[in-house]
């Protein structure tokens, strides 16, 4: 039996606070928090630091947009049709880009990545860990979204099958045509799959969508055809956020430590984070890496906090409320009996610019020990 003992902690709540106690994992899975009784193969003294659950991004191009090399390790985007939902980001996800391992140094231990917003439909994202290994070894959830776009990347990348905002939002509401009549027929292939998850839902979809038009959109398609969704991104929710609060949408804000390097970017602006806190909106923080590396995910939340969101909320949206919003909740996101042994100690409040991450385990292994 393997087994971690982590005791003089600071332990994050699911509230987003901070609590003194300790931490027990057995065989990879978090078994006590708080008063541990009994004792450990292996004993960490955090020395009073913070201990997090591995934080997660929500939305990211890790593996699949591989750095440092060009269009030869770029597959996020497979522009031969306006549509492909058969595409599996786990396909075109390189396992051994070095983005999961920054990723890992910073206790980021999940992320959610896959296609990216060339196609009005362009495949599914998956969720994994951040450990070394091939693709089998790093997965958690497979597909766990559906990835979909509107506003200005498939008007611009798809110009000869969708020139404007009206033929986007045509074909998405073509594709949820497809996809109520796959559900009615019960088909089997590939693609009926996928579309008859969305329609039942049974798989959300990620719409990617900056603009407040283009967010209302999303909103009226969605609840046009009752499917679970998340809108990616949501750079001018601020702006709407009234009513984002009065339709229960959710979404994945970021990033935000970027220039405003095309149109849609006009209305960037920090505060979206505390304007959407502030209405009641559950929101998760991601880097959408490689625009911002996905190392910088607890600056991002650190940076919402300097626009206005609270410290509490800013921390939930790396951890808990992805973990929800990507289902993947049973498994990552808090420290709560039950759970993976996912397990960061920062030498500072991790949100602080200069916080290191000393300690990260996954599945109750130890990878990085700077103690």
Not at 105 to 127: D, K, L, M, Q, W
Request: aromatic share 4%; hydrophobic share 40%; glycine share 12%.
């Amino acid at each position: 039996m393997d087994s971690l003992l982590i005791k003089n902690a600071m332990l994050l709540g699911s509230d987003g606070r901070f609590y003194p106690g300790e931490l027990l994992a057995v065989d990879g899975l978090i078994a006590q928090v708080g008063n541990v009784t009994g004792t450990a193969r292996r004993i960490i003294d955090a020395g009073g630091r913070y201990v997090t659950p591995g934080l997660i991004d929500a939305h990211c191009h890790v593996g699949i947009m591989e750095e440092g090399v060009g269009a030869e390790g770029d597959d996020a985007n497979e522009t031969s049709d306006l549509c492909t939902p058969c595409m599996r980001g786990e396909d075109g996800v390189n396992p051994f880009d070095p983005g999961f391992n920054d990723a890992l140094e910073a206790g980021v231990t999940t992320v959610v990545t896959g296609p990216g917003s060339a196609n009005v439909i362009g495949g599914t994202f998956c969720a994994l860990k951040t450990l070394p290994g091939t693709l089998e070894d790093k997965l958690l959830l497979a597909p766990a979204a559906l990835k979909a776009a509107l506003g200005e990347n498939p008007k611009r990348l798809q110009k000869s099958k969708c020139a404007t905002r009206m033929g986007s939002a045509a074909a998405l509401r073509a594709f949820l045509d497809r996809a109520v009549r796959a559900a009615e027929q019960e088909a089997q292939d590939g693609e009926s799959r996928i579309m008859s998850a969305v329609i039942k839902g049974e798989l959300p979809l990620k719409i990617h969508a900056h603009r407040a038009d283009d967010i209302l959109s999303a909103v009226r398609i969605c609840r046009q055809y009752g499917v679970r969704y998340t809108v990616e991104h949501c750079t001018e929710g601020y702006k709407i956020a009234d009513i984002l609060s009065k339709e229960g949408v959710r979404c994945v804000i970021g990033p935000t430590m970027i220039t405003r390097m095309k149109v849609e970017l006009a209305g960037l602006d920090m505060s979206n984070g505390g304007v959407l806190e502030r209405h009641g909106i559950e929101c998760a923080i991601s880097t959408d890496h490689p625009e911002t590396p996905v190392s910088l995910l607890a600056a991002s939340a650190g940076f919402a906090v300097r626009g206005g969101m609270s410290r509490e909320a800013a921390l939930r949206a790396i951890t808990v409320n992805p973990a929800r919003l990507c289902g993947i909740d049973s498994r990552v996101g808090s420290l709560e009996a039950g759970k993976d042994a996912d397990i960061v100690i920062f030498d500072a409040y991790p949100l602080d610019i200069c916080a290191r991450a000393v300690f990260v385990a996954v599945n109750g292994k130890e990878y990085i020990n700077k103690l």
